[in-house]
């Protein structure tokens, strides 16, 4: 279901949705109040709810929308500002699975091939993990393959070669590496997360208040977001997080994030560690990306320092990164597919045979002190 009080923008959406062959756009309705009516009345996987909206806003409608439907997923449609990016910020912790900026202009949505692409990617991602939670127990599931994304702007004007897509690994039994033994204290902790990330970050970075370690996080987020996750994660977690500035000497007991539309990079200068930002192109359709931080990470502290997290998120971003922390003696740890909104990121590296504990989200951050003090799990 699109929502959304212009017609034009819920046109626009709906075309771009159903270019998809595999995506039906089941209700189009112009606030929220219609959208509780028209939720008791049709089995919907997802729904992209607009923010600002006539009769009843998305901030209003988003709970009485869960309570009718508690399955469904919801993306967040929100302008790229300060209030928007805080506004989004808030429904994900009032239980909306993800969020989409909203282009400025009729034009935009039309035109930009980056935002179909995200913008369909997220909903079959969500509308399976729905799906799965028995979203549809009102009516037919009509089963659906995932497709391959298509390339970004930044990557083909890049020519970047495109990794494989990614492929939901089937259901199997999952080989967990031993940890090391004796335990050995970590520099460093490094988390990466994407769909749903936010709110598992609150969670795992509560636990971690006082830790002697700098954290460095990559969360997909454009720019502006990442600046209000960091307030977030400040405020709430009572940890010092600011978003990552280039040539910033890294420190203990601060959380360090990467920003919207940069790599953030650990280097080695003067003999100390260094945060570098970069504009290289993306890596698994994303910047700022996982995989790249975490390369970094192994040559700037030793892989054996190396404390790593792979939190909820769609695609495999992060695999190929923590393939090399584990092999040179790092450690890491996966969120389970129970507690995740969506299980790729953390499905990559559990079937990949990476992670010493696939922990759900509550465990996670216990676990992750424990092994910051060099303590056993």
Excluded at 89 to 114: H, N
């Amino acid at each position: 279901m699109v929502v959304d009080d212009s017609a034009v923008i819920r046109g626009l959406l709906t075309r771009a949705l159903e270019g998809d062959a595999e995506i039906r756009v089941v209700a189009s309705v112009g606030d929220g109040q219609m959208a509780i009516n028209s939720l008791q009345r049709n089995s919907i996987d997802v729904i992209v709810l607009d923010i600002e909206m006539p009769v009843m806003d998305g901030i209003t409608a988003l709970p009485k929308l869960l309570a009718v439907a508690p399955q469904v997923k919801i993306i967040m449609a929100s302008t790229l500002t300060l209030r928007g990016a805080d506004v989004s910020m808030r429904c994900l912790q009032a239980g909306a699975a993800d969020y989409i900026p909203k282009p400025t202009s009729t034009r935009e949505v039309g035109g930009a091939e980056d935002f179909k692409r995200e913008l369909v990617s997220k909903v079959k991602a969500l509308g399976a993990a729905a799906r799965r939670a028995g979203s549809r127990s009102r009516g037919e599931i009509r089963p659906l393959t995932p497709a391959a994304p298509l390339p970004s702007a930044a990557e083909r004007a890049a020519g970047a070669p495109a990794p494989a897509p990614f492929r939901r690994p089937e259901p199997g039994p999952v080989t967990l590496r031993p940890f090391p033994t004796p335990p050995v204290r970590p520099d460093v902790v490094a988390i990466g997360s994407s769909t749903g990330g936010p709110q598992a970050l609150f969670e795992v970075l509560s636990h971690l208040k006082g830790l002697a370690q700098p954290i460095l996080i990559t969360q997909h987020m454009p720019a502006t977001f990442t600046t209000i996750l960091a307030e977030h994660i400040s405020r709430q977690c009572g940890l010092a997080a600011a978003e990552a500035k280039d040539g910033e000497v890294i420190t203990g007991n601060r959380v360090y994030i990467a920003p919207g539309d940069f790599h953030m990079l650990v280097a080695q200068r003067a003999g100390q560690n260094v945060l570098t930002l970069t504009k290289d192109p993306p890596e698994n359709f994303c910047r700022p990306a996982v995989d790249p931080m975490m390369r970094s990470i192994v040559k700037g502290f030793g892989a054996r320092k190396v404390l790593a997290c792979i939190l909820t998120g769609m695609g495999q971003d992060g695999m190929r990164g923590c393939t090399e922390v584990v092999n040179q003696g790092g450690v890491l740890i996966g969120q389970d597919e129970a507690t995740s909104v969506v299980w790729g990121m953390p499905g990559a590296v559990a079937q990949a045979g990476l992670c010493s504990a696939i922990l759900p989200l509550k465990e996670i951050g216990p676990t992750l002190r424990k092994l910051a003090t060099g303590a056993r799990p």
